[in-house]
């Protein structure tokens, strides 16, 4: 480990997350060193995120790769939530708002939310959010929250791989080759999506309609309206427009023959369609 920081030593506003934060030159991966600490929770792990410079095995979703050169913000975040069931999808939803709003503070681009929670420019990916959890009603119960944003990483990088972040895949850029010439400072970045993240988690958790974080989602998001194709484990399985996003976070599709289904976050993914 390379260093160690506390939220005082940071100037951080938060009560939880961020109470101990872990900074590495070169993980595998913060997912997984996260996930295994959350699952021995032996510090009482709530709130501790864990930072490399440079991962690699990084993880996307969907089981791609995640390329995570030096240039990047990768982290992981180790939450309790303790809300109601049917808001865990919620979180994803919170992680999209606050690195969104993050990175339009701190660079002054306009970004925007494709569902659930990429967070593009320009309809290039800019960053993207893995949940893992594991949920039994019980007080084991955790979510980790991975972040992964390109900030200074030339975009003829990314065109080697089939990581999520890979041209390949789709198409991808980093803060740097947008703003060009000045500088964006990562912990500052860092600092801000975490004092999100905790401040959206207290009105998930005391806000009885979630529909003031929907209203914010929808501020930013770029999909309505539009068509898409959505995958399931990379299999086509629906093609319809996008009509609304429900009360949990869900996305509302009208198909073709005029039905509604309603799709959550789990393992899918969407293209728009022509
Ligand atoms: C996606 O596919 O869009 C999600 C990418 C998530 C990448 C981040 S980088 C920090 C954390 N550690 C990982 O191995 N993955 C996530």
């Known amino acids: 480990m390379e260093e160690n920081y506390n939220r005082i030593e940071l100037g951080l506003q938060n009560h939880v997350i961020g109470k101990r934060i872990y900074h590495y030159k070169k993980l595998k991966s913060t997912q997984l060193l996260a996930i295994t600490l959350a699952e021995n929770d032996i510090k009482n792990e709530e709130g501790t995120v864990i930072i490399a410079d440079q991962q690699d095995e990084g993880r996307g979703r969907g089981k791609k790769k995640w390329f995570s050169p030096i240039g990047g913000l990768w982290m992981s975040l180790i939450i309790k939530p303790r809300i109601e069931f049917t ?54 119960d955790y979510v980790v929250i991975g972040i992964g944003i390109n900030i200074d990483i030339d975009n003829s990088k990314f065109n080697f791989s089939h990581a999520s972040n890979s041209i390949l895949s789709r198409k991808v850029t980093s803060i740097q ?14 600092k801000q999506i975490l004092e999100k993240i905790e401040l959206y988690l207290l009105l998930l958790k005391y806000d009885k309609y979630d529909s003031r974080i929907i209203g914010i989602y929808k501020q930013h998001f770029d999909t309505l309206g539009k068509k898409i194709i959505v995958y399931q484990d990379g299999v086509k399985k629906y093609y319809g427009i996008v009509k609304d996003i429900d009360i949990y976070g869900g996305l509302i599709l009208e198909r073709y023959d005029n039905s509604l289904e309603k799709i959550y976050s789990g393992q899918i993914s969407i293209r728009e369609s022509n």
């Open 177 to 190: 080759n947008e703003i060009k010439g000045r500088a964006i400072d990562r912990f500052l970045l860092m």
């Open 87 to 140: 808001k865990f999808n919620m979180i994803s939803v919170i992680s999209a708002i606050s690195v969104c709003e993050s990175i339009n503070r701190i660079s002054m681009l306009k970004t925007s939310i494709q569902w659930p929670n990429d967070v593009l420019f320009n309809n290039k990916k800019l960053a993207g959010i893995l949940i893992d959890s594991s949920i039994n009603n019980s007080d084991n």
